[in-house]
């Protein structure tokens, strides 16, 4: 119990950040009972812990210096997922280092579910966009509806759908996969039984969401779009998905071959419990908080250089008219923003510049867009070289009124020019460790084209290879 309060002083700020969103996201609310249903259900097993020798673990120091790292990346970069996967997998990585494999097999179940604080899945959402829309294309063309899909966009006879971000069911998905590991856990005995259920219980959500976008699609095209749509949407979504929760437990219910047995009787206590050397003990416990202050010092001294790139014929623009244009990547915060058109060719030039990588002004988080997902839909991608950059990621995207755009995007950091987001958020999470500039820049080049597709990328593919390396070279202030 020390231990867990020096952990929650020294994680404070990364502690906070997760409790924000399990507030503020319904879809993590019950992160709140994770820990505490974990110390109750180690508690009820005592009897089986003490019974068991205890040893130190290196596999377990291997795990400490993992999680370092990784709680040192999401620092650096400003990732707060990176952080809140280190300091809960600290938690069951500890108890294997400072108490053994012998002890931690009784219990590892109950440590795993830890991880379940870590509020993370809804990066998921454009797979499980795609997924839905598969599937539900899939069943409709199998009852005979004829159907037309364009990326996200699907349309039927009598009207139009899109598989939205809140339709993807990830929310539903994530809510399955906690009950469905929790159940097998407390309900099964065969340790088979428990991994079947767990699995069915991460498909079962993924084909459920399929269907009740079909039923959607379905009703509203047999309804004439009366019904299924508005409210009646949110309400036959909640409603299916509650139906399919007890169908969930009704499978468990009926698969189901004994319930979880309590050790929670001392009866014996394994003499290695006593004969353990205490100094070492608590030197070991304190080694992840002395790494994570240093770590936090490193950060804090990061260095604070400003950082820039070149913007030939580019005019420095407010944040609300990047806005007010409707093929303008949504990337917030940003120190500058610029924008450029040439109307010889129709190509629009956008640049976000982060002088720093600071909270605040992260270029890269989750919310981040290279398009308004509101108003344009992913058909495709591809990748276009230019020489002395590398590969410039190019989305080709398309609107309910079928307006066709080709969109180029690539960032400039401090030692890298990429497309990547995970190769560029770890560019800048090392250029902070190691006290270089931090900063960064977003670049995209937007091309608007109607007709052959080919013929748009040939012209992408000339406007890239001139104008690019012009938009690249980083100014150090």
């Not at 509020?119 to 797979?127: A, C, F, M, N």
């Not at 039927?156 to 539903?172: I, K, L, P, T, W």
């Not at 006290?435 to 995209?444: D, E, I, K, L």
């Amino acid at each position: 119990l020390a231990w867990l309060l020096l952990w929650c002083v020294v994680f404070y700020d990364s502690l906070l950040s997760a409790m924000d969103v399990w507030i503020v996201n319904d879809t993590f609310n019950h992160c709140f009972l994770v820990v505490p249903g974990v110390l109750y259900v180690l508690w009820q097993q005592r009897g089986a812990i003490v019974a068991r020798a205890p040893s130190f673990s290196w596999i377990g120091a291997v795990g400490l210096v993992g999680a370092t790292f990784v709680y040192a990346l999401g620092q650096a970069a400003h990732v707060e997922l990176l952080q809140h996967i280190a300091i809960f997998g600290l938690l069951p990585i500890m108890a294997l280092l400072l108490f053994g494999w012998r002890v931690v097999l009784v219990v590892w179940a109950p440590l795993a579910f830890t991880l379940f604080s870590v509020p993370v899945g809804e990066e998921l959402i454009p797979v499980f966009q795609d997924v839905t829309a598969d599937m539900a294309v899939m069943m409709l063309k199998l009852v005979g509806i004829p159907v037309y899909r364009d990326g996200l966009y699907i349309s039927v006879s009598n009207g139009d759908f899109v598989v939205a971000e809140a339709c993807s069911g990830v929310r539903f998905f994530i809510a399955s996969v906690v009950i469905g590991c929790a159940y097998a856990y407390l309900n099964f005995v065969a340790w088979w039984r428990s991994l079947a259920f767990a699995v069915f219980s991460i498909v079962l959500p993924i084909v459920a969401n399929g269907i009740r976008a079909f039923g959607i699609i379905y009703i509203g095209h047999a309804t004439e779009m009366e019904h299924a749509a508005g409210a009646d949407h949110l309400i036959y979504g909640w409603f299916f998905f509650a139906v399919v929760i007890v169908f969930l437990i009704l499978i468990g219910h009926w698969f189901s071959d004994g319930h979880r047995q309590w050790q929670n009787q001392v009866t014996q206590i394994d003499s290695g419990w006593q004969q353990r050397n205490k100094l070492a003990l608590v030197v070991t416990a304190l080694v992840p908080f002395v790494l994570a202050l240093g770590v936090k010092g490193i950060v804090s001294q990061a260095g604070s250089q400003v950082f820039d790139v070149a913007s030939p014929e580019l005019e420095v623009v407010p944040a609300e008219q990047v806005i007010a244009n409707n093929w303008t990547p949504r990337f917030d915060d940003a120190n500058v923003y610029r924008l450029g058109f040439d109307s010889s060719d129709g190509v629009s030039t956008y640049q976000a510049i982060y002088f720093r990588n600071e909270p605040g002004h992260e270029m890269l988080k989750w919310s981040q867009r290279f398009f308004d997902v509101r108003n344009w839909s992913l058909k495709g991608q591809y990748t276009q070289p230019i020489p002395g950059l590398g590969a410039v990621t190019v989305s080709h995207v398309t609107s309910l009124s079928g307006r066709q755009r080709l969109l180029a995007h690539w960032f400039v950091v401090p030692g890298m020019v990429s497309s990547s987001v995970s190769i560029v958020k770890l560019q800048q999470a090392i250029n902070t460790l190691f006290m270089r500039p931090s900063g960064g820049a977003v670049n995209a080049i937007s091309l608007d084209f109607k007709g052959a597709m080919e013929q748009a990328r040939v012209e992408m593919e000339q406007v890239l290879l001139e104008r690019a390396p012009q938009l690249s070279e980083p100014v150090i202030n």
